[in-house]
């Protein structure tokens, strides 16, 4: 390498490691914090380039020129093949369609579907006594920790992947060609979809059942108040009342409860909630055995139709007390919740 050469190798070398010094120390680091060193980068490797092929070109100029060429294409492929998987369209478009047809596919099935984005851990409090058939998409940006999260939800027997998209950048490095353009989706399901150690089950709202009516107290708080459902939610079909928190409004918070009240089969009510699910709470609770225990207790199922039937089994030959609540504790567009008043499974003849 000439002294010039090494010159300006030395100062961009300098230049771009101090850079990476600095940014390796700060508490958040994206790659694009050296994009101002990408220049000198390049000048870097072309240098590198030459030398390399100068060196096994000495007496063998055609050598020296076809490993530039080879050294040159190797750079530049990985940039090709990214950029080409942002502009390549059609490709990004057939994957959207395939991941639509699947959303359908289980709805059709009868399904819930929870849109669980990024916040993998929120699919990993579902405990194990909580059933149904509901399936989380959960975005996938193939980090280290999204990976060991996933692995370790299957592992414990209360979660099984069903399916996945692999997006165009699957395999790459985590960075923001995942979090900013386009990342996995992986689909999971609940083992547990029923059986005889379930607490509560979340299932699609209709009401297919056979059904008695039976006395549950009423308490309501807030901006609390019969009906109040915003008119995308008037088709919310269910046999008793149902009460909700927003009555005209998003801002309004309230509280609902039912019971204590006593049920010997199966009980059934209806949640309804909006958009924003992160400041309601849904409270479960049964009486066995002369103490109360805790059923549920936690931000409602952000389940992508907005509905849900709460189902409480109740062993045969038993019987026990409830109680329920509902609340919104949110003010911003979006946070709001309903509850129906609670049915009893009839019995058959």
């Known amino acids: 390498m000439r002294s010039m050469d090494k010159t300006v190798a030395v100062t961009l070398v300098v230049g771009v490691l101090l850079s990476v010094a600095y940014f390796l120390q700060t508490p958040t680091f994206f790659e694009r914090n050296l994009s101002h060193a990408l220049p000198a980068l390049f000048v870097l490797s072309a240098l590198g380039v030459r030398e390399v092929a100068e060196r096994m070109a000495r007496g063998r100029p055609a050598l020296g020129t076809g490993v530039a060429v080879i ?23 057939a994957r959207a369609r395939l991941v639509q047809a699947f959303d359908a596919g289980l709805a059709k099935d009868s399904f819930l579907l929870v849109d669980a984005g990024h916040r993998i851990w929120q699919v ?8 149904g058939f509901i399936v989380f998409k959960v975005i996938d940006f193939g980090d280290r920790y999204a990976a060991g999260l996933l ?5 414990s027997g209360r979660f099984e992947i069903i399916r996945r998209f692999d997006g165009p950048f699957h395999g790459a490095p985590s960075s923001t060609l995942q979090t900013y353009h386009e ?67 998003d801002q309004n918070v309230g509280e609902i409860r039912f019971g204590p009240f006593r049920a010997c089969r199966e009980v059934m009510f209806p949640v309804v909630f909006g958009p924003q699910v992160e400041k309601t709470r849904l409270q479960v609770a049964q009486e066995a055995k002369s103490e109360w225990q805790s059923v549920y207790d936690g931000a409602i199922p952000q389940f992508r139709e907005g509905r849900s039937l709460v189902r409480l089994p109740v062993p045969r030959g038993e019987c026990r007390s409830f109680r329920i609540g509902v609340a919104d504790r949110g003010r911003e567009w979006g946070q709001w919740v309903g509850a129906g008043e609670p049915v009893m499974v009839h019995a058959p003849p």
């Open 71 to 93: 050294l040159a294409v190797a750079l530049a492929w990985p940039a090709a093949r990214l950029t080409w998987s942002l502009v390549d369209e059609p490709a990004r478009a």
């Open 124 to 131: 990993d409090r579902f405990g194990p006594r909580i059933c």
């Open 151 to 155: 692995q370790s939800m299957v592992d």
């Open 183 to 249: 990342a996995d989706f992986v689909y999971l399901s609940l083992v547990a979809q029923e059986g005889p150690d379930c607490a509560i089950r979340f299932d699609p709202l209709r009401l297919t059942d056979v059904f008695d009516e039976i006395d549950v107290p009423l308490q309501l708080a807030g901006a609390a108040a019969l009906d109040g459902l915003p008119e995308d939610m008037q088709d919310v079909n269910w046999v008793r009342p149902i009460y909700s928190t927003r009555s005209g409004s």
